[in-house]
T-cell receptor, first 114, second 112 residues
Framework: AQSVTQLDSQVPVFEEAPVELRCNYS??????LFWYVQYPNQGLQLLLK????STLVKGINGFEAEFNKSQTSFHLRKPSVHISDTAEYFC????????????WGAGTKLIIKP | DAGVIQSPRHEVTEMGQEVTLRCKPI?????LFWYRQTMMRGLELLIY????????DSGMPEDRFSAKMPNASFSTLKIQPSEPRDSAVYFC??????????FGSGTRLTVV
C-alpha cells in the first residue's frame, strides 16, 4: 500500500532564506506526486505535480520539487521565501496501489521569521 | 470557471440539530470527494463519488453522516444528529480522472 511521510511537522526559516520541505513515499508501482498549499483559513491549492517526464517540476509562487525515484522522495524547495509563504504544505501520492486516489502526508507548517 | 463552490462558509448549530453541507464541483469533473480537517486528526477522506456513484464511504465516521450526489453538479453531506465532536472544517474537492484535486474553500462547522 502507498504511504507518504513528511518528516517535519514545522519548519521555521528566516525571510529571504532558502527552504526545503521533505516528503518521502512508499509504493510498489509507478506513482503520481503532488504538493498542495493551505494558507490560513483557506482550502488546499495545488502547488505542483509530477505525472511523468522531467523529474524537476516547477510550480506556482517560485516553488519547485524534484522526483527522486531511487530515494522515493519528492522534496519541495524555494530559493528565497517571503512572509506570504507562511502556510501548511501537504505532500500527496496516487497510483495504482491507491486506485488513483490521493494518499496524504500529515503536512508541514512553514513558519517565516522576519 | 468559478472553481468548487461550497456553502455555507460557516455554520454554527446546536447539538442534536441536522446540518447539511453543500458542494458544487467543477463542471466536467467526474470525481467528487468530501474531506474533514481537524487539528487532532488532520485531513480525513470521508467519502468519494465517481460519476455520481459513491465508491468508498469507509471514512464516514458514523451512521449519523450521510452523503448524496443526485447529479453531476451537486452533492450534500448531512449530519443528523450533530454532536460537538463533529466540529471541523469540511472540504469538498473534485477532479477529472483523479489526477489532482481542486478544493473548495470549506465549511467551518461548529456544534455547540
Amino acid at each position: 500500500a502507498q504511504s507518504v511521510t513528511q518528516l517535519d511537522s514545522q519548519v521555521p526559516v528566516f525571510e529571504e532564506a532558502p527552504v526545503e520541505l521533505r516528503c518521502n513515499y512508499s509504493s510498489s508501482v509507478s506513482v503520481y506526486l503532488f504538493w498542495y498549499v493551505q494558507y490560513p483559513n483557506q482550502g488546499l491549492q495545488l502547488l505542483l505535480k509530477y505525472l511523468s517526464g522531467s523529474t524537476l517540476v516547477k510550480g506556482i509562487n517560485g516553488f519547485e520539487a524534484e522526483f527522486n525515484k531511487s530515494q522515493t522522495s519528492f522534496h519541495l524547495r524555494k530559493p528565497s521565501v517571503h512572509i506570504s509563504d507562511t502556510a501548511e504544505y501537504f505532500c500527496a501520492v496516487s497510483g495504482e496501489d491507491s486506485n488513483y486516489q490521493l494518499i496524504w502526508g500529515a503536512g508541514t507548517k512553514l513558519i517565516i521569521k522576519p | 470557471d468559478a472553481g468548487v463552490i461550497q456553502s455555507p462558509r460557516h455554520e454554527v448549530t446546536e447539538m442534536g440539530q441536522e446540518v447539511t453541507l453543500r458542494c458544487k464541483p467543477i463542471s466536467g469533473h467526474d470525481y467528487l470527494f468530501w474531506y474533514r480537517q481537524t487539528m487532532m486528526r488532520g485531513l480525513e477522506l470521508l467519502i468519494y463519488f465517481n460519476n455520481n456513484v459513491p465508491i468508498d464511504d469507509s471514512g464516514m465516521p458514523e451512521d449519523r453522516f450521510s452523503a448524496k450526489m443526485p447529479n453531476a453538479s451537486f452533492s450534500t453531506l448531512k449530519i443528523q444528529p450533530s454532536e460537538p465532536r463533529d466540529s471541523a472544517v469540511y472540504f469538498c474537492a473534485s477532479s477529472l480522472g483523479g489526477l489532482g484535486y481542486t478544493f473548495g474553500s470549506g465549511t467551518r462547522l461548529t456544534v455547540v
